[in-house]
């Protein structure tokens, strides 16, 4: 019974991901778009080898076991974000942007074969009839993109599958069952494409070329992993528990902070780093209002952990574990948090999202490792939120839903607006976040776990949550109309209420992060 319910969740995650994918074809209508097509083919028949590798435990790594493989969904958010890109800077006519697109798009094709290739490899019996389909969608794309890439930038794609191959092997020994196979050709694959952009924009700095805010990003993401692996494999060899573990611990991370961080900062921007994110920070009167105001909200996101953590110690449970609406609470301040920014300031928006990012992780460490004082004390206040997607060492769920917000801010190709496509309808993009995670999940998972009562086929997302959280959507598309005079849909109502429908039903089947993956396929389909 189980297998079978199983079976149709996938059958419906792989027909919404599909109709994505038609979507974005019918729409472009390229060779990059067919090759999209030919992935998401092969993607679903190598999607069933990682999972019964994952229920035989012949997986290589260890995976999270709480949800099925992922390949197909996660094979395409890369390739696609590339490829609507490519369409959107084509139409605005800026050509290093346009072939940014197409490198994005090849990138992540690449990722999505070799961990197709790795399935196929290690699976016994040998799957002839997988393998002949995966060759022939792998030759179809390596065949059209050979045609379509310059030497330069071939040598990129590879260097970015180089990087890739390296972080797994690394980081999925260190994290074991915090990742499922698609979210870590996604999760993986992202840190691998930033620090190849990275060291390329360091070795050919050009000054005056470059957004400093764009540079603020890859710093601080390249930086934050170089120091989890650094302090992974360092408490391996000591105690990260005792008080010299944590006195060493910070004064590593001001060594690592002071001595690479902010020199490679410095490099890139060409201007004291601390220096120019104060300036930033405090530039006008209403970047002040903004971050009180935010301030006030990160201290009330703290209070209702505390009184969260207070109710459980005067129940008679211990075990208690937060409810689903409880863990919304914190999707309503995230909301209220990123409106006031989308609206009033995106920059600062999107630099104060890049702190926040480097914050949570930076705790996430302290956390992890134990490091004194408040090591214990993190483990102890945030236990209460775990769910069966934290089944690894890490708690991911808080850091997935800052990304799930944020990545259509971060990922909103600026120089591309003013001209292109991402007028109109293109400026709703980086409110996808908002309203796919923000408003469409809350939703969802409130009124589904109250009121709900008709389950979709295979799954316990029910009927009445899915729509209300289309509804709910669509009215908050209808309030951005009324606030942020730069949103105008130029008469594409059909195509946005398709593009929440879509991405609500697959909120409804997905086992994977929806936080992540959800403002991801609403992005793709807006820009589209």
């Given at each position: 019974?189980?297998?079978?319910?199983?079976?149709?969740?996938?059958?419906?995650?792989?027909?919404?991901?599909?109709?994505?994918?038609?979507?974005?074809?019918?729409?472009?209508?390229?060779?990059?778009?067919?090759?999209?097509?030919?992935?998401?083919?092969?993607?679903?028949?190598?999607q069933?080898?990682?999972?019964?590798?994952?229920?035989?435990?012949?997986?290589?790594?260890?995976?999270?076991?709480?949800?099925?493989?992922?390949?197909?969904?996660?094979?395409?958010?890369?390739?696609?974000?590339?490829?609507?890109?490519?369409?959107?800077?084509?139409?605005?006519g800026?050509?290093?942007?346009?072939?940014?697109?197409?490198?994005?798009?090849?990138?992540?094709?690449?990722?999505?074969?070799?961990?197709?290739?790795?399935?196929?490899?290690i699976?016994?019996?040998?799957?002839?009839?997988?393998?002949?389909?995966?060759?022939?969608?792998?030759s179809?794309?390596?065949?059209?993109?050979?045609?379509?890439?310059?030497?330069?930038?071939?040598?990129?794609?590879?260097?970015?599958?180089?990087?890739?191959?390296?972080?797994?092997?690394?980081?999925?020994?260190?994290?074991?069952?915090?990742?499922?196979?698609?979210?870590?050709?996604?999760?993986?694959g992202?840190?691998?494409?930033?620090?190849?952009?990275?060291?390329?924009?360091?070795?050919n700095?050009?000054q005056?070329?470059?957004?400093?805010?764009?540079?603020?990003?890859?710093?601080?993401?390249?930086?934050?992993?170089?120091?989890?692996?650094?302090?992974?494999?360092?408490?391996?060899?000591?105690?990260?528990?005792t008080?010299?573990?944590?006195?060493?611990?910070?004064?590593?991370?001001?060594?690592?902070?002071?001595?690479?961080?902010?020199?490679?900062?410095?490099?890139?921007?060409?201007?004291?780093?601390?220096?120019?994110?104060?300036?930033?920070?405090?530039?006008?009167?209403?970047?002040?209002?903004?971050?009180?105001?935010?301030?006030?909200?990160?201290?009330?996101?703290?209070?209702?952990?505390?009184?969260?953590?207070?109710?459980?110690?005067?129940?008679?449970?211990?075990?208690?574990?937060?409810?689903?609406?409880?863990?919304?609470?914190?999707?309503?301040?995230?909301?209220?948090?990123?409106?006031?920014?989308?609206?009033?300031?995106?920059?600062?928006?999107?630099?104060?999202?890049?702190?926040?990012?480097?914050?949570?992780?930076?705790?996430?460490?302290?956390?992890?490792?134990?490091?004194?004082?408040?090591?214990?004390?993190?483990?102890?206040?945030?236990?209460?939120?775990?769910?069966?997607?934290?089944?690894?060492?890490?708690?991911?769920?808080?850091?997935?839903?800052?990304?799930?917000?944020?990545?259509?801010?971060?990922?909103?190709?600026?120089?591309?607006?003013?001209?292109?496509?991402?007028?109109?309808i293109?400026?709703?993009v980086?409110?996808?976040?908002?309203?796919?995670?923000?408003?469409?999940?809350?939703?969802?998972?409130?009124?589904?776990?109250?009121?709900?009562?008709?389950?979709?086929?295979?799954?316990?997302?029910?009927?009445?949550?899915?729509?209300?959280?289309?509804?709910?959507?669509?009215?908050?598309?209808?309030?951005?109309?009324?606030?942020?005079?730069?949103?105008?849909?130029?008469?594409?109502?059909?195509?946005?209420?398709?593009?929440?429908?879509?991405?609500?039903?697959?909120?409804?089947?997905?086992?994977?992060?929806?936080n992540?993956?959800?403002?991801?396929?609403?992005?793709?389909?807006?820009?589209?």
């Amino acid at each position: 019974m189980a297998a079978a319910m199983t079976s149709k969740a996938m059958l419906g995650e792989a027909a919404i991901v599909f109709i994505v994918v038609l979507s974005i074809h019918a729409s472009v209508w390229d060779r990059y778009s067919w090759c999209a097509v030919a992935l998401a083919v092969q993607a679903f028949y190598v999607q069933y080898k990682w999972d019964r590798l994952l229920q035989q435990g012949a997986a290589v790594f260890q995976f999270r076991t709480t949800a099925n493989s992922g390949l197909l969904p996660a094979s395409m958010v890369i390739p696609l974000l590339g490829v609507v890109m490519k369409k959107c800077c084509e139409g605005a006519g800026n050509v290093y942007f346009e072939r940014f697109g197409v490198v994005v798009a090849a990138t992540g094709m690449a990722l999505a074969l070799f961990l197709s290739v790795l399935a196929l490899g290690i699976t016994r019996p040998v799957p002839t009839n997988t393998c002949v389909i995966s060759g022939l969608a792998g030759s179809v794309i390596i065949y059209i993109m050979k045609h379509s890439l310059s030497v330069a930038e071939v040598i990129e794609v590879l260097e970015v599958l180089l990087i890739f191959v390296y972080l797994n092997m690394i980081l999925l020994y260190l994290l074991p069952r915090c990742f499922t196979p698609g979210e870590a050709l996604l999760i993986l694959g992202a840190i691998s494409f930033v620090l190849n952009q990275l060291i390329k924009r360091s070795l050919n700095v050009i000054q005056g070329r470059g957004d400093p805010v764009d540079f603020f990003l890859l710093v601080v993401v390249v930086g934050m992993v170089i120091m989890g692996v650094f302090f992974s494999v360092l408490f391996v060899f000591m105690d990260s528990g005792t008080w010299t573990s944590s006195l060493f611990f910070h004064l590593m991370t001001g060594v690592l902070g002071l001595g690479i961080i902010m020199p490679w900062l410095y490099h890139l921007i060409r201007e004291n780093p601390l220096l120019w994110l104060f300036q930033f920070l405090f530039q006008s009167e209403t970047r002040i209002y903004l971050l009180i105001y935010w301030s006030l909200l990160a201290a009330s996101a703290c209070l209702v952990v505390m009184y969260q953590n207070a109710k459980r110690l005067s129940s008679e449970s211990k075990k208690h574990q937060a409810s689903t609406i409880t863990r919304k609470y914190f999707h309503f301040i995230i909301v209220a948090t990123y409106i006031p920014g989308l609206i009033f300031d995106r920059l600062l928006l999107y630099v104060a999202a890049v702190v926040c990012l480097a914050v949570f992780i930076f705790l996430e460490y302290i956390r992890f490792f134990r490091i004194k004082p408040f090591g214990q004390t993190l483990r102890n206040l945030l236990s209460l939120f775990l769910d069966e997607r934290d089944s690894g060492p890490l708690i991911l769920t808080h850091i997935y839903l800052l990304l799930g917000m944020s990545l259509p801010v971060w990922l909103f190709p600026r120089p591309c607006a003013p001209k292109g496509s991402l007028g109109g309808i293109g400026a709703l993009v980086p409110y996808a976040g908002v309203l796919a995670v923000g408003v469409g999940d809350t939703i969802a998972a409130i009124f589904g776990s109250t009121v709900g009562e008709i389950h979709w086929p295979g799954t316990l997302k029910t009927f009445e949550g899915t729509m209300t959280s289309i509804f709910a959507q669509i009215i908050s598309v209808a309030l951005i109309l009324i606030f942020d005079s730069r949103v105008d849909l130029n008469s594409s109502y059909a195509w946005i209420l398709g593009s929440i429908s879509i991405v609500s039903l697959l909120e409804a089947y997905t086992t994977q992060i929806d936080n992540l993956i959800l403002p991801l396929y609403l992005q793709i389909l807006l820009m589209a």
